[in-house]
């Protein structure tokens, strides 16, 4: 008889609503080989949500305050995924990326069965790449990204740390996306362009030439608004 290979434990990292970390329990437990063994939280996430205050577990795991995360689990044999979204421009969830880093824990990335990714693509740690994703070759996901279901990544093209690309987004090929920003639903990026840090692009918006930093663009062809990125999601000045 064969034994089976026991499964690495992952701790899920979330934000105070806990949506996406649900999700992402759903897919690790369903789609990977890695068991989910626990979620964390910081503090103040527990305070705001009343069902961590009348049961400390989820989905059947514990909640563990992400200030005393090494307390509860080893950074030796316990992997970590942080599952924020795009709030306040991806500032909180790259900072808790960090973080986690910091604390010595090795930190991985979750890439949907479902999902076409070519044999040359580089993926970054802490990304998400749900199912239906087109990746074509040699493009460049970088760290802490989250790619939801549906779009297409084009040959050659770099997506930068810390991006949310919502779904069926089309990103031609030898494009850059710009660390931090945010492409909302139905967007398109033509060929070559290259999006700044820090951008918006609103949904259905179509980019036909280069972005600049900390802007929002909407419309066809996409053009600036006059309220920054930061104004947008109420990123504090510190933060940028």
Not at 33 to 49: A, D, H, N, P, Y
Not at 213 to 232: C, H, I, M, W
Request: glycine share 8%.
């Amino acid at each position: 008889m064969v034994e089976l290979a026991e499964k690495e434990k992952l701790v899920i990292v979330g934000g105070s609503d806990m949506e996406f970390a649900e999700i992402a329990f759903e897919y690790f437990t369903y789609d990977s080989q890695l068991e989910v063994v626990g979620f964390s939280v910081e503090r103040k996430g527990v305070r705001k949500s009343l069902r961590f205050m009348t049961s400390p577990k989820l989905r059947g795991v514990p909640v563990v305050p992400f200030q005393e995360l090494e307390a509860f689990y080893s950074p030796s044999d316990t992997k970590i995924f942080v599952a924020v979204t795009y709030t306040s421009l991806n500032r909180p969830r790259t900072r808790l990326y960090e973080e986690v880093r910091k604390k010595g824990f090795n930190v991985v990335s979750y890439v949907s069965s479902k999902s076409f990714v070519w044999r040359n693509v580089k993926i970054g740690q802490n990304t998400f790449i749900f199912e239906n994703n087109v990746i074509q070759y040699n493009a460049e996901i970088g760290n802490n990204v989250i790619l939801w279901s549906g779009n297409h990544i084009g040959h050659r093209s770099k997506i930068g740390d810390n991006c949310y690309i919502s779904s069926h987004v089309v990103v031609s090929g030898f494009c850059e996306i710009g660390e931090n920003c945010f492409l909302g639903v139905n967007s398109c990026v033509a060929d070559r362009v290259k999006i700044a840090r820090d951008c918006i692009i609103g949904a259905g918006a179509v980019v036909i030439k280069d972005t600049e930093e900390g802007k929002v663009y909407v419309g066809n062809p996409a053009r600036p608004l006059t309220k920054s990125s930061f104004e947008t999601f109420d990123v504090e000045i510190g933060e940028h």
